[in-house]
């Protein structure tokens, strides 16, 4: 089975510009979170879809993050424009439930903005 | 928001030492998690723990929660290299939240052979 597959592994973008993150959950996974890494923090989660819709999205930071899931498969998260604050580790997860058990983390997207 | 306090940040060890980190939080969880992050991976779940007081173990690894339901441990015995990696709690309640994990800020844990 496939595991989680984010892309791209790492970006390097400038202060300014638009980033789209992109992450493949397991086939099947109805659950698809984003969670952030900030340098030396706590892993921070982001939001939350169930197939297309946002089940909750309180752990955005602000209007410059758009996360879509078009169709219940793949998730993108785009940054537009990115600020400095931005940069860290973004983790998409997987589960076939809700409830935070059974997530399959991907190896995540270093994020830095310059 | 909620927040988790995980202690020590990092740890220095020899091979063959046990290790003990611990997180503490100021509000109840239902479950307490532990992860393993690996360089370049994402977090991979070690133990999951359902019930105040209990203790569970994992081959080396053995993990308690605290009976107040406000607090969780995690000890590594005889270390070994591939033990290096930084290890998160993370609490969850269910219902309002969903299921959203809350992090500790992780142990970096770096063992000499």
């Known amino acids: 089975e496939a595991g989680v597959t984010q892309f791209p592994s790492h970006s390097v973008i400038e202060k300014g510009q638009t980033v789209t993150l992109r992450c493949d959950p397991i086939s099947g996974h109805d659950n698809l979170y984003w969670y952030r890494r900030v340098m030396g923090k706590e892993i921070k989660f982001l939001l939350h879809f169930v197939k297309e819709s946002k089940q909750d999205e309180s752990g955005m930071p602000n209007n410059r993050f758009l996360a879509e899931r078009t169709g219940g498969t793949y998730s993108t998260l785009k940054v537009q424009p990115a600020e400095l604050e931005d940069s860290g580790v973004y983790f998409c997860a997987s589960s076939a439930r809700a409830g935070g058990l059974g997530y399959t983390f991907g190896s995540g997207t270093r994020l830095t903005v310059v | 928001g909620q927040q988790l306090n995980q202690s020590p940040q990092s740890m220095f060890i020899q091979e063959g030492e046990d290790v003990s980190m611990n997180c503490t939080s100021s509000?109840?969880?239902?479950?307490w998690l532990w992860y393993k992050q690996d360089p370049g991976e994402g977090p991979v779940l070690l133990i999951a723990?359902?019930?105040?007081?209990e203790l569970t173990s994992n081959g080396r690894l053995t993990a308690q929660f605290g009976i107040t339901r406000k607090d969780s441990f995690l000890n590594i015995s005889a270390s070994i290299p591939s033990d290096v990696g930084i290890y998160f709690c993370a609490g969850l309640n269910y219902g309002g939240s969903q299921g959203n994990l809350i992090f500790g800020k992780g142990t970096k844990l770096s063992v000499k052979p």
């Open positions: 509000s109840i969880f239902n479950t």
């Open positions: 723990l359902y019930k105040a007081g």
